[in-house]
């Protein structure tokens, strides 16, 4: 049986803890990605930045964590100067999303990271630290797998809601002990139905990035092959 470096779950598991043990609450207005909400922090963003000197409202991470959580908005530095409160759906207030912003050099730009997943993963890590090991079902990419959940106690394939439709995404795992969400059914719904303009070698989640509030966090790049299929992107 193949087994996935303990090391790396354990490693990659404090990297997701500051991220996922969010409050729990079933309230609707917590769980939806309204639009007015993140143009209110945008705008409070952007008139911190000006006060500021071009300083952005964000909490440090470590340079090497996931691009799309690296920078988390810190409302602490804009309630209640440019924001009276913090969202309903936000982490801090009870909901599942986390405030982040993406381009910070060029065009600072508020998105959420939907934090349901950054807790299944961590729940899979616990269990694979359990058992000593990640236990492997199949090789899907080089270095990518999917995961055997019968030898890890589950009765079922373990999936997270999609934030871009109503599909349930499955999870894989790379030999260092990561552990990934999967979005080639929402990229491959984007290429069959848009048709945008991408070619092999190029890293297209920003096609998910560009087009919905919520990001595709917790994710290995794609691109695609000589028939458009969604493809993992392996750097050689």
Known sequence: MKRISLAGIILSSLLLLSGCMYPDSAKTENQQA???QLLTVQNAVEQYQEASGGLLPIKTREQDVDQYIKYPISFERIIPL???KI???AYE???I???VLTDVEENPTVKLIDLRTAEKIRELKLKMGINGYGPIDRQIAENVYTLNYEVMGYKEEQTVPSPYSDVNLPLIATGDG???IDYSIDLNRILNEEKPNVKPGDDIRFLLEDKYPVLP???LPYTVNEKNEPVFLIKK
Do not use: H, I, K
């Open 87 to 89: 969202p309903s759906n």
């Open 82 to 84: 440019y924001l009276d």
């Open 217 to 219: 966090a917790y994710s």
């Open 97 to 99: 999303f986390q405030y």
């Open 34 to 36: 309204y639009e007015d």
């Open 93 to 95: 207030n009870g909901g």
């Open 178 to 180: 990561n552990v990934y």
